[in-house]
T-cell receptor, first 114, second 112 residues
Framework: GDSVTQMEGPVTLSEEAFLTINCTYT??????LFWYVQYPGEGLQLLLK?????DKGSNKGFEATYRKETTSFHLEKGSVQVSDSAVYFC?????????????FGSGTRLQVQP | EAQVTQNPRYLITVTGKKLTVTCSQN?????MSWYRQDPGLGLRQIYY???????DKGDVPEGYKVSRKEKRNFPLILESPSPNQTSLYFC???????????FGPGTRLTVT
């Protein structure tokens, strides 16, 4: 079945540092890929998405590129802020079977220190 | 404002006492889903609904029931809660199964 693997956290960075959170996936067919963010005490919010190979999703300074050859969708940001502290989830959709909207990774907690 | 609402936000109960967590969306979405979030496991789907009166099991349906009598509402029912159902629960909706999911704020349930 489909699966998503994320790097374990927590990831602790200083403000203005470069961020990479690794995400790889296993899926049959051609899934869409997502990054969701969960701020403390809140539900998940869509951060960015990519629907086909080589697409780059971007939002709020975050970027991720859909790499079919390496089955990866790594999240990057050039300069993190304290307000970026949250849990980040990589996810994929099965696009067409209709049964299951999203398969999530286990989440990566990011802590940004001033 | 487009949103998914859940109630209650926090609930502490005892083993065996039936409970219902409500979920409502105001976006006219066809697809709705329930997830539970546990440390180290990410989010796992409990049940989903493709439309009114159409529901199906997700990855971890045991001990849960759902219903979809109206498009906007998708309650989660625990007929006889057990301590292993202590978790953080999220309801989500979307236009279609593969499109962006909108999540509710979560319900933290503790079963003693």
């Amino acid at each position: 079945g489909d699966s998503v693997t994320q790097m374990e956290g927590p990831v602790t960075l200083s403000e203005e540092a470069f961020l990479t959170i690794n995400c790889t996936y296993t899926a049959t067919g051609y899934p869409s890929l997502f990054w969701y963010v969960q701020y403390p005490g809140e539900g998940l919010q869509l951060l960015l998405k990519a629907t086909k190979a080589d697409d780059k999703g971007s939002n709020k300074g975050f970027e991720a590129t859909y790499r079919k050859e390496t089955t990866s969708f790594h999240l990057e940001k050039g300069s993190v802020q304290v307000s970026d502290s949250a849990v980040y989830f990589c996810a994929l959709s099965d696009n067409g079977t209709g049964r299951r909207a999203l398969t999530f990774g286990s989440g990566t907690r990011l802590q940004v220190q001033p | 404002e487009a949103q998914v609402t859940q109630n209650p936000r926090y609930l502490i109960t005892v083993t065996g006492k039936k409970l219902t967590v409500t979920c409502s969306q105001n976006m006219n979405h066809e697809y709705m889903s329930w997830y539970r979030q546990d440390p180290g496991l990410g989010l796992r789907q409990i049940y989903y609904s493709m439309n009114v009166e159409v529901t199906d099991k997700g990855d971890v349906p045991e001990g849960y029931k759902v219903s979809r009598k109206e498009k906007r509402n998708f309650p989660l029912i625990l007929e006889s809660p057990s301590p292993n159902q202590t978790s953080l629960y999220f309801c989500a909706s979307s236009f279609a199964s593969g499109s962006e999911q909108y999540f509710g704020p979560g319900t933290r349930l503790t079963v003693t």
